[in-house]
């Protein structure tokens, strides 16, 4: 299914999108060594016992990833040129191996581009949540969205 054109976003939609995903230690263990980011917090099982979570936390980058990533094939996937930028991004509770993510991206503006007459900027606001409803993680994010072909615009 391809993406959304820049015309199709409308602000204040929201989409509840049906790819879930269970995150695993092999996830963290291998996202947080290719990131070369050797936190004991998200690698180290002993370590991690002694500390309030008593596990292992998901790595925050990949949790942030795995929000956006779950998104593009509803919305973006073949229609986004390129980010622009995230904004405001928070990690509201733990993330840990074995929960299971679900996510919502709502439209909170869109606008036309400035420089390129193909093109616009689009606003989303998505949201991460466990198995159980809680909020994981959220961000604002700009997208720079590819209009519709000229050939295939209405008139």
């Known amino acids: ?24 230690e092999m996830d963290n263990v291998m996202f947080s060594c290719m990131t070369h980011n050797p936190q004991p917090l998200h690698i180290d099982r002993h370590f991690c016992e002694q500390t309030e ?8 980058l990949f949790t942030l990833g795995l929000m ?18 995230m904004t405001d991004v928070t990690f509201p509770a733990p993330l840990f191996q074995g929960d299971t993510v679900n996510v919502v991206t709502e439209v909170a503006d869109k606008r036309a581009s400035k420089s390129r007459p193909d093109a616009g900027i689009v606003q989303f606001i998505h949201r991460a949540y466990k198995q159980d409803g809680t909020l994981v993680a959220q961000c604002t994010r700009q997208a720079f969205m590819r209009m519709r072909p000229p050939a295939e615009r209405q008139t």
């Open 1 to 24: 299914m391809p993406g959304l054109w820049f015309e199709e976003f409308e602000v204040g939609t929201k989409y509840a999108h049906t790819i879930t995903r269970t995150v695993t």
């Open 53 to 60: 979570w008593g596990q292992p936390l998901m790595n925050s």
């Open 68 to 85: 956006i990533g779950i998104s593009v094939n509803d919305l973006t996937v073949g229609t986004t040129i390129a980010n622009l930028g």
